[in-house]
């Protein structure tokens, strides 16, 4: 077993932490190396995912994540993972400072026509790689699991509220009934509270992922209510809650992600749905 250098610290950020893993590269047990490998190449999952879910990703033996955790100085797997969080936290920072990155990018001054061309890239990257990671089959088992459903609760908070809020529009203009959980005072329970097997709720959430959307999803599946979720990584808190989940992974520009790939699979569903339903 390979264990932590005691004259060296646990890094404590990522760039830290993959600086050290790096170093170690040629020295770490087959294993250790391996799981190295799976967490620089897929941190998000890293970040959210249980011992179990990640062990069985990666390849190896739960108990290696701790194994591995601890060569690398740290009390165990959670007290890494946080590391992988922070990533997340630095990744996605507050809107000033996404406003700096801009600046830096294109000087003291942001012009207009820069601006419009970034955001459209990431807007036409998004909706390519929709294409690739919605699978057909689980389009069309989303489809299903709507169009049976009596009422349609909706489920988005924060940057992601504008499509639940557009598939309500959508939904009642073709006829298919449908509740916008808003959580305005906090009344998310109560209004998920009407619900029952019959209906079905349209859960989305993205990285870092709402704690009101994952809680009520889960309220929502201990119910036997079948769920929806569009989310970004089989990791997702939502995916467990999920009858069927299809997976949208949005570009940025400046740290400022698109919400293109997610509307038009919001409108896909919304038609897709009521076609569904005239079949009948």
Known sequence: MMEADAATEAPGDYEG????????????PKRLKQLAAFAMDHPEEVAFGTVAGIAERAGVQPSTLVRFAKSLGYDGF???????????????PDYRERLKVLRDLEGDHVHAVSLL??????????????????????????????????????????????????CAYAFSKLGIRTILIDHVGQLGPEQLGTATERDAVLAISFT?????????????ARGNIPVVAITDSAFSPLVASADVWLEVAEADFG?????????ALAMALAVGTAEKRAER
């Open 17 to 28: 932490l993959r600086a050290l893993l790096v170093s170690r590269r040629e020295t770490m």
């Open 78 to 92: 959670s007290h890494l993972q946080q590391i992988f969080r922070g990533r997340l936290r630095e990744r996605f």
């Open 117 to 166: 061309e970034g955001f459209t890239s990431a807007a036409a990257i998004s909706l390519e790689k929709m294409r690739d990671s919605v699978r057909p089959e689980e389009l069309s088992r989303a489809i299903e699991t709507l169009a049976k459903a009596d009422t349609i609760y909706l489920l988005g908070a924060r940057r992601v509220f504008p499509i639940a809020a557009y």
């Open 208 to 220: 870092p992922y709402a704690p009101a959307t994952a809680d009520l999803t889960a309220a929502a």
């Open 255 to 263: 740290a400022f992600r698109s919400l293109s790939a997610s509307f």
